[in-house]
């Protein structure tokens, strides 16, 4: 009865304070000064405190601080909210779905008027969101879509199942599938289960392969090819290595040959590569797939190790996600509009018929990845500037 009255006295100060709000970034807000955060859980929470001091607070939560990308989507994300005005609670959840819940929570303690997430795991955020949105935050999904909830806005993204396509792609063209008389072998290092992203990597690479495994020129000596059978737990460069030696060592005797590991994403390619360096004898190229453009696989991908990686331009990821996250936070509800007005130098599509969560067709705002090979990486990456070479020759990136 007290929590209800709690809830009930929160949603009516949301709702008086929202009136209130007239507000992108900058401008005058509903929006609070920052509580500490408390021990309380969210049952227990008091009413949160929104004083209208003016700020307008956006919650960025992110997976993790394992991968490269997330640290530079977040540090992206952040210094352009501040750059408009915001006040950005930042926080990476060491891919525990509790962790992310909590850092949510804090969030919305904070004043967050919006919410920017990128699930650890898809379908476990419904209830917090919830309470979100009843208090009258904006959620947009980030990078991963936010499963089985009606609390997400929109979802900004790249086109997804293109990245399994332009992996799958590789494969053909490297080993002439299309062409090709005798059979050769392919084993697959798949994504996160609980990231509704790794579906659509695998359903692009292997809608692409089909024909080809379908009439044999093309096969899996391990017979492991479906989504669970392959896949790996967070991203795990540890767990895709063990996974790949442990099929090497059981599947692929001295003087039989195998000619391409696709791997979802650079952190499995990582893994794929040192079990290939470590548990693989014969002396042929095997091609081996990414996604990314993390640092060690640029250095891989020069070095030879790797064969490609789908490289995603992080920062249009978020220069989408601060247009539209300030554009919703004003009241606004764009479309394809957004895209049409706001000059951008580089392709996005707007999609409001693929990203089905169970509970609602997500508007999507979707970017083009690129496959980036041995061949075009000087032209595409450093010759563009998103990457360069100190004197040393270390390779950074820049944009
Ligand atoms: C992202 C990839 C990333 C992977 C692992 C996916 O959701 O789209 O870019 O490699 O998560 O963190």
Same mark, same amino acid.
């Given at each position: 009865m007290q929590n209800k009255k709690i809830r009930l006295f929160s949603l009516l100060l949301s709702i008086t304070l929202l009136t209130l709000t007239f507000t992108a970034c900058g401008q005058a807000s509903s929006t609070p000064a920052a509580e500490e955060p408390t021990e309380q859980t969210q049952e227990e929470a008091k009413p949160i405190s929104r004083p209208d001091d003016g700020r307008t607070v956006v919650g960025v939560s992110m997976p993790d601080r394992f991968l490269e990308r997330w640290n530079i989507d977040g540090a992206f994300l952040k210094a352009?909210?501040? $750059?408009? /005005?915001?006040d950005v609670v930042l926080r990476y959840a060491n891919n525990l779905i509790d962790t992310q819940i909590k850092d949510i929570r804090e969030m919305i303690s904070q004043g967050a008027d919006l919410l920017v997430v990128t699930a650890v795991d898809g379908t476990a955020l419904s209830s917090v969101l919830e309470d979100a #949105?009843?208090? /009258?935050?904006?959620?947009?999904? !980030?990078?991963? =879509?936010?499963?089985?909830?009606?609390?997400?806005? !929109? @979802?900004?993204?790249?086109? $997804? !199942?293109?990245? /399994?396509? =332009?992996?799958?792609?590789?494969?053909?063209?490297e080993l002439g599938l299309k062409t090709a008389e005798t059979s050769q072998t392919i084993e697959f290092v798949t994504g996160d289960p609980v990231d509704n992203n790794a579906r659509y990597f695998y359903n692009g690479a292997m809608d692409t392969l089909k024909p080809y495994l379908d009439s044999g020129i093309l096969t899996v000596p391990s017979g492991q090819s479906g989504f669970f059978e392959t896949?790996?737990?967070?991203?795990?460069p540890d767990i895709a290595q063990q996974r790949l030696q442990i099929i090497l060592n059981s599947y692929y005797p001295r003087g039989t040959r195998l000619d391409a590991v696709l791997c979802a994403n650079d952190s499995t390619a990582l893994g794929a590569t040192r079990a290939l360096a470590a548990d693989y004898s014969e002396k042929n190229h095997v091609i081996v797939t990414g996604q990314d453009g993390d640092?060690? $696989?640029?250095y891989n991908i020069l070095n030879g190790t790797q064969s490609m990686t789908v490289y995603k331009q992080l920062k249009q990821e978020s220069i989408v996600t601060v247009s539209l996250g300030k554009a919703i936070i004003s009241g606004e509800m764009p479309e394809e509009d957004l895209i049409s007005e706001s000059g951008w130098d580089f392709d996005c599509s707007y999609n409001t018929e693929d990203y089905n969560n169970g509970n609602k067709?997500?508007?999507? @705002? =979707?970017? #083009?990845?690129?496959a980036i090979t041995a061949v075009n990486i000087e032209k595409e990456l450093f010759e563009t500037g998103y990457y360069q070479r100190n004197s040393g020759g270390l390779i950074y990136a820049t944009k």
């Amino acid at each position: 009865m007290q929590n209800k009255k709690i809830r009930l006295f929160s949603l009516l100060l949301s709702i008086t304070l929202l009136t209130l709000t007239f507000t992108a970034c900058g401008q005058a807000s509903s929006t609070p000064a920052a509580e500490e955060p408390t021990e309380q859980t969210q049952e227990e929470a008091k009413p949160i405190s929104r004083p209208d001091d003016g700020r307008t607070v956006v919650g960025v939560s992110m997976p993790d601080r394992f991968l490269e990308r997330w640290n530079i989507d977040g540090a992206f994300l952040k210094a352009q909210f501040e $750059n408009d /005005g915001c006040d950005v609670v930042l926080r990476y959840a060491n891919n525990l779905i509790d962790t992310q819940i909590k850092d949510i929570r804090e969030m919305i303690s904070q004043g967050a008027d919006l919410l920017v997430v990128t699930a650890v795991d898809g379908t476990a955020l419904s209830s917090v969101l919830e309470d979100a #949105r009843s208090q /009258g935050i904006k959620i947009l999904a !980030y990078d991963r =879509l936010i499963m089985e909830t009606d609390a997400v806005d !929109y @979802y900004v993204s790249f086109d $997804n !199942y293109k990245v /399994g396509v =332009l992996q799958a792609n590789f494969i053909i063209a490297e080993l002439g599938l299309k062409t090709a008389e005798t059979s050769q072998t392919i084993e697959f290092v798949t994504g996160d289960p609980v990231d509704n992203n790794a579906r659509y990597f695998y359903n692009g690479a292997m809608d692409t392969l089909k024909p080809y495994l379908d009439s044999g020129i093309l096969t899996v000596p391990s017979g492991q090819s479906g989504f669970f059978e392959t896949a790996t737990a967070q991203w795990s460069p540890d767990i895709a290595q063990q996974r790949l030696q442990i099929i090497l060592n059981s599947y692929y005797p001295r003087g039989t040959r195998l000619d391409a590991v696709l791997c979802a994403n650079d952190s499995t390619a990582l893994g794929a590569t040192r079990a290939l360096a470590a548990d693989y004898s014969e002396k042929n190229h095997v091609i081996v797939t990414g996604q990314d453009g993390d640092i060690a $696989n640029i250095y891989n991908i020069l070095n030879g190790t790797q064969s490609m990686t789908v490289y995603k331009q992080l920062k249009q990821e978020s220069i989408v996600t601060v247009s539209l996250g300030k554009a919703i936070i004003s009241g606004e509800m764009p479309e394809e509009d957004l895209i049409s007005e706001s000059g951008w130098d580089f392709d996005c599509s707007y999609n409001t018929e693929d990203y089905n969560n169970g509970n609602k067709v997500v508007p999507s @705002y =979707l970017l #083009r990845p690129i496959a980036i090979t041995a061949v075009n990486i000087e032209k595409e990456l450093f010759e563009t500037g998103y990457y360069q070479r100190n004197s040393g020759g270390l390779i950074y990136a820049t944009k």
